[in-house]
């Protein structure tokens, strides 16, 4: 009686989850990954890309060694040690496992980001680093810090359920398809690895969701809206980190054109400044989004920053 009890409230929670994760607008839409699966990245954009992924990929580092410090049991403790050094280099053995595994340098997945990114032109000083990060890219890094590496179990529970969900939400496989265009028409030697990897292995994380919700909610200290709170937060900030990503490209596009136009007209004051009034008038006109205008104006300095390095 008491276990039919619990698994009813399991479910009616579940539900819940569903509806919150389900519904939130970063699952169901994203401009940014729709757009790039076409595969009609310029080389800038394809730059600016890798440059705010690298800084969030290696960032997530650091949100991942709190969440084992902040780890309630040693079972989480394991667990999240587990993803923390697989992404430094130990790899899995055949029981799916670390433990007993083989530690290399070239198997850390930030070196095959490293590596994808050097095709590109981009050396190893110019990604990875939260210098680099534009400040909607920082915002999803610090979130991961505030909620998915979070000492209170519940939020932290929250937050890692809606990080697999949007994981497996799919973005993965348009990132990749639109690379597999780049590689076909542009870059054949441009190297797949770390996408094809993180896509594979987030299949199987989503597996294991709803096992890993129903332990936390056995719990008798689990907090149900502190876990919703979590979900929504981490979904939010993702939101961000995309919506910006998607803003650059468009600022990017923009001064692309501005800059072909200064090659038949006649500048007034310079080409920069034709670059600067053509990314003003972009943004005055609404035509990149109401909902992307205001971290556009965040990224413009940010975006032309980048473009002198590389």
């Known amino acids: 009686m008491l276990q039919e009890l619990q698994n009813t409230r399991l479910s009616t929670f579940k539900t819940r989850v569903d509806e919150l994760i389900g519904t939130h607008p970063i699952v169901t839409s994203n401009s940014f990954t729709s757009w790039f699966s076409q595969g009609c990245a310029s080389p800038e954009q394809l730059r600016a890309f890798t440059v705010q992924f690298s800084?969030?990929?290696?960032?997530?580092?650091?949100?991942?060694?709190?969440?084992?410090?902040n780890a309630s049991d040693r079972a989480s403790y394991r667990a999240g040690k587990e993803i923390l050094m697989n992404e430094l280099g130990v790899m899995f053995t055949k029981d799916g496992s670390i433990?007993?595994?083989?530690?290399?340098?070239?198997?850390?997945?930030?070196?095959?980001?490293?590596?994808?990114?050097?095709?590109?032109?981009?050396?190893?000083?110019?990604?990875?680093?939260?210098?680099?990060?534009?400040?909607?890219?920082?915002?999803?890094?610090?979130?991961?810090?505030?909620?998915?590496?979070?000492?209170?179990?519940?939020?932290?529970?929250?937050?890692?359920?809606?990080?697999?969900h949007w994981a497996a939400a799919g973005f993965w496989k348009e990132l990749i398809a639109g690379l597999k265009v780049i590689k076909a028409g542009q870059i054949a030697?441009?190297?797949?690895?770390?996408?094809?990897?993180?896509?594979?292995?987030?299949?199987?994380?989503?597996?294991?969701?709803?096992?890993?919700?129903a332990s936390a909610?056995?719990?008798?200290?689990?907090?149900?809206?502190?876990?919703?709170?979590?979900g929504k937060a981490?979904?939010?900030?993702?939101?961000?980190?995309?919506?910006?990503?998607?803003?650059?490209?468009?600022?990017?596009?923009q001064e692309l054109i501005a800059a072909s136009a200064t090659k038949t007209a006649k500048p007034m004051h310079g080409k920069s400044f034709a670059r600067e009034i053509g990314s003003v008038q972009l943004l005055e006109s609404g035509s990149i989004g109401s909902s992307n205008s205001s971290n556009a104006h965040q990224e413009l300095t940010y975006v032309r920053s980048l473009k002198q390095a590389v």
């Not at 909610?217 to 979590?230: I, N, P, R, T, V």
């Not at 900030?237 to 803003?247: C, K, M, R, T």
């Open 189 to 213: 030697d441009l190297p797949l690895a770390f996408w094809v990897f993180h896509d594979q292995i987030e299949d199987q994380h989503a597996a294991h969701t709803d096992d890993e919700l």
């Open 217 to 230: 909610f056995a719990k008798s200290d689990f907090d149900e809206e502190a876990f919703l709170q979590g």
């Open 234 to 253: 981490m979904l939010d900030a993702v939101a961000i980190f995309w919506n910006g990503l998607n803003a650059e490209r468009q600022l990017l596009e």
């Open 99 to 164: 433990d007993n595994g083989r530690f290399r340098f070239t198997a850390a997945h930030f070196e095959w980001l490293a590596d994808f990114a050097s095709h590109l032109g981009l050396t190893f000083g110019q990604i990875g680093k939260r210098k680099h990060g534009s400040q909607a890219t920082l915002a999803f890094c610090d979130a991961l810090m505030t909620w998915y590496g979070s000492d209170d179990e519940s939020t932290a529970a929250g937050a890692s359920h809606a990080i697999e």
């Open 55 to 69: 800084v969030f990929s290696h960032l997530f580092i650091e949100a991942q060694l709190r969440k084992c410090i």
